[in-house]
């Protein structure tokens, strides 16, 4: 029997659907239980949207889960899972998917429990809720005194200072923080008055912001000359932790000038 068009393309429409709200130029990766182990093996944090193709709310969900994914990009990974599919419907019921869509973000992928997403699905309010929660960020210094006494503190630790005169720490540096748990110490300190470098011996200029590096018992910071980049700064990271790194360390000052800068309790 030779379905009506009309009808063939109802019937189709689900799929359809599903596959153009989702197409190749997306961030948002689409993926099976397979590809979604593989993504749990990467030691970074991500987001899964659980969802059905005949599902309305999933539908309404994709543009703005899109938009997030577009802002996330590259620092945190968005992926959805069809629940439909049967080769994913076990994945959906151990990760306790009872109604579509669910979204879950994975701090650490399969190494920290995921966390349910239940605020507005808005790309605003899903790029906020992923941004706060990335695990084991950056040391925040607040006074400009107490930039040596955390260099002292963690001289056993190849440390790395963020001086910027942002208001916020970048999700830059805490996706980087996050990555390098355990091998790198990540610090950051607002520097908007220009104060704060010199008590490192590096001053920020005009600069907006300037990375530090301190090798393993060392007080003089080398400073890097790169794109501040995910790729560019993790190729950097992991130089400095093989040892091919070309630091030159700038001699530090011996003694503090001028009184403590403490940033507005609001800025950090």
Known sequence: MVLPSSLLLLALSPAMAYAALFPKSSKVKVVDAN?????????????????APWCGHCQRLVPEYSKAAESLNPLISSYAVDCDEEANK????EQDVKGFPTMKLFPRGKHLAPITYEGE????????FASLRVPNGPDKIMKTSDIKPWIKKH???IRTLLLTKDSKVPLLWKVLASKYHGRLRFGTHRDEKNVAGPEVGVSLGEAKSKVLVFSEGSQDPSVYEGKTKLKELTQ???SVLDGSAELKPV???SETEGESVEPPKDEL
């Open 35 to 51: 590809g979604f182990k593989k993504a749990m093996e990467i030691n970074g944090t991500s987001l899964v949207a659980f969802v």
């Open 90 to 93: 076990r994945l959906c019921h």
């Open 236 to 238: 950097f990271f992991d």
């Open 121 to 128: 699905r808005t790309a605003g309010a899903i790029f906020k």
């Open 155 to 157: 001289k056993k630790s």
């Open 251 to 253: 001699r530090a000052k």
